[in-house]
């Protein structure tokens, strides 16, 4: 038997059985479920955002606090490392204050488990540069476990700038694991082709991408990466990789559509096909997102007893 | 409707063969072809072959109507025994759009008598930063993306750019050159330019150039047309990347082939080309090249430039040269020197080009189009640019003597030009 988590740093590292563990305890505050909020009372959850974010770290807030945990937000764009403190030095700072788990999310890859090598608490990432965004995958996977019923065995196109993208990197990992096919569609200068060695199937054109997909997962284009450097123009984009009914038409009739948010309706995805709560999941993801982070925290808590 | 050419000397590129025969059309498609004479069109013993393609031609629409038009320039071109001309993507505003390309193909489907296919840009303006609507483009009917002479300096653009054209399955014309050795530059370094105190460049700008686009297309994928090589020095990087199974084809212009360096003495701007003329030598090694099918074409490189631009000292004046309308001729100095045979002379002007750009034309086959040209290879002749059907008279070959000249012309087996 393995050691219990002592952080989430990344999907890749994750067994099967944690994940499914993880997805069990967040289905139940899914449900509606209020936690026990007495294990965690004086316990204190820091979160550490060195980019900007709205959503994640809210979710993460809001996850915290409905376990009873004490919750503080530094604001780390106006903190020491503005000052040309080291990211380790910062590190060090905060665990003397003793807290018990650390959100961190960071713009350079590996950036957040160089923390946790520093830092007596549990961590969690909620992001670091192009490389894990392991509760976004979870979150993702709560949603199609209760749309679909299952969370294995499913053909999932997961579309667009995959090249930059931690979510997609988090979520090829957790749907492989969990015994799914999973094909990256998008334009070939977002698309890196190593990803095909990870038992992918890379597809350029969105008709052959979302032939008979379960679920079809687009990922947000930033505008800088369409003007010219990485494809022409939005409505180039749009037109080949955006999705809309026609593309979507390829997927099977009762696929799912996913987007990690937030979204430029109009560049990835038709506005009509995103407020279409029979198939858009965009809101629900978000509401997953909570639940997910709860477990997640809890888990890791539990863990360190 | 049917017709048939008969009593000619039929040049068959393909199985590399010359025969007395003649040919049936029908439907503007070569029906038959024949041995020996029958009733129809005498030809009387002239060369019946498949019309010239021509990968390179700039027509000054949009932007310079005044040095050359659809009209003039189609009209050179079939003078020329060209029957489709791939036109240059370096017009004034470039075709870097797709609502330019669907105009210039529509002043082409209006105003052009012979077959014409619009290459367009790889980047917006050809600056080499922005990428143009390649889709959007290939979609439109491009044949080919191009920045013309414009090299993409950066490598992170250009990979992007080429990689993005692989993947829509298109061709890419490049120019091979470093350009920050040739900035500037207007003769090929050696004694000649030296003596002449011309700012020159060294032939290893192009070997270089084509090093890295050989590199980018090993890279890519891309499928890839050099415009033109042009020295002896970069042949051996063209030899090393088709060996290597790089889907790389190469043309080469008519006056590099026929000129060398010491044309421009006195400074005769005509004679001004971009890349320069190079020097004997490298026109040897080209003319052995392109025997060897290494070199795979021949292009006019067609650039028309007004009188204004070429009356000016010779590091001023414009680079280019109009030649769609001589190509043949000019060619045929290559046949009569005893270096080529006809078969092989429209392998390059013709069968090969239309191949590269995925052309049914260019064939002497039952089933290709009936774009055909007949000439004689022995009349000879004094250039005069004044008679030249282009807007632009601007010829290294004026009061040059030539042999061998155009007779008649058929685009989709309705003949167009006749003398």
Known sequence: MRAPLRHLLGIETLRPEEIDAILSKAAIYADGHKADRKPFSELTQVNMFFENSTRTQSSFELAGMRLGLDVLNIAMATSSIKKGETLIDTALTLNAMKPDVLIVRHSGGGAVSLLADKVDCAVVNAGDGRHEHPTQALLDALTIQRRKGRISGLTIAICGDIAHSRVARSNIFLLQKMGNRVRLVGPNNLVPKGLAELGCEIHTDMRTGLEDADVVMMLRLQKERMQGAFVPSEREYFHYWGLDEEKLAFAKPDAIVMHPGPMNRGVEIDGAIADDLSRSTIQEQVEMGVAVRMAVIETLLEARR | ?419
């Not at chain 2, 109507?65 to 370096?90: P, Q, Y």
């Not at chain 2, 002007?349 to 089933?367: C, F, S, W």
Request: hydrophobic fraction near 40%; glycine fraction near 8%.
């Open chain 2, 1 to 419: 409707m049917t017709q048939t050419l008969t009593n000619a000397k039929i040049i068959d590129p393909e199985n590399d063969r010359v025969f007395s025969g003649g040919i049936v059309i029908e439907d503007g498609l070569i029906a038959e072809i024949f041995e020996g004479s029958r009733d129809g069109t005498d030809l009387n013993g002239i060369y019946l072959a498949p019309g010239i393609v021509d990968i390179g031609v700039k027509v000054g629409e949009p932007g310079e109507r005044h040095k050359e038009s659809f009209k003039s320039a189609s009209s050179a071109a079939l003078a020329g025994g060209v029957t489709t001309m791939i036109i240059r993507s370096d017009t004034n505003p470039a075709i870097d759009t797709p609502e330019t390309l669907a105009f210039v193909q529509t002043r082409a489907r209006e105003n052009s008598k012979v077959h014409t296919h619009v290459t367009s840009t790889i980047t917006l303006e050809r600056k080499g930063e922005e990428m143009a609507e390649i889709g959007f483009m290939r979609d439109g009917g491009a044949i080919a993306f191009s920045d013309g002479d414009a090299v993409i300096i950066d490598s992170k653009t250009a990979i992007r750019a080429y990689s993005y054209i692989a993947m829509m399955g298109g061709v890419l014309i490049g120019h091979i050159q470093e350009p920050h050795l040739s900035k500037g530059a207007v003769a090929t370094s050696g004694a000649f330019a030296t003596k002449l105190g011309l700012a020159a460049v060294s032939p290893l700008a192009e070997k270089i150039g084509l090093q890295r686009e050989m590199a980018l297309v090993e890279m890519t994928g891309v499928r890839y047309h050099v415009d033109q090589i042009t020295t002896s020095a970069a042949l051996p990087v063209l030899e090393r990347a088709k060996a290597s199974g790089l889907d790389v084809s190469a043309a080469t212009s008519i006056h590099h082939l026929t000129l060398n360096e010491f044309d421009i003495d006195n400074f005769r701007t005509f004679f001004k080309l971009k890349p320069p003329l190079r020097s004997e030598n490298d026109r040897q090694a080209i003319i052995a090249a392109l025997k060897s099918g290494l070199i795979d074409s021949i292009s006019s490189m067609h650039t028309p430039q007004d009188e204004e631009s070429k009356r000016l000292p010779f590091d001023d004046a414009a680079a280019g040269a109009v030649a769609v309308e001589l190509l043949l001729s000019a060619a045929l100095r290559l046949f009569h020197s005893g270096e080529f045979t006809l078969p092989e002379l429209f392998r390059a002007l013709a069968l090969n080009p239309a191949k590269r750009m995925g052309l049914p034309t260019g064939r002497m086959e039952v089933g290709a189009p009936a774009d055909l040209v007949a000439f004689d290879a022995e009349t000879p002749w004094v250039v005069d640019r004044e008679k030249l059907h282009s807007k632009a008279k601007n010829t290294p070959f004026d009061g040059a003597k030539m042999q061998g000249q155009v007779r008649a012309t058929w685009i989709a087996g309705e003949k167009q030009y006749e003398i």
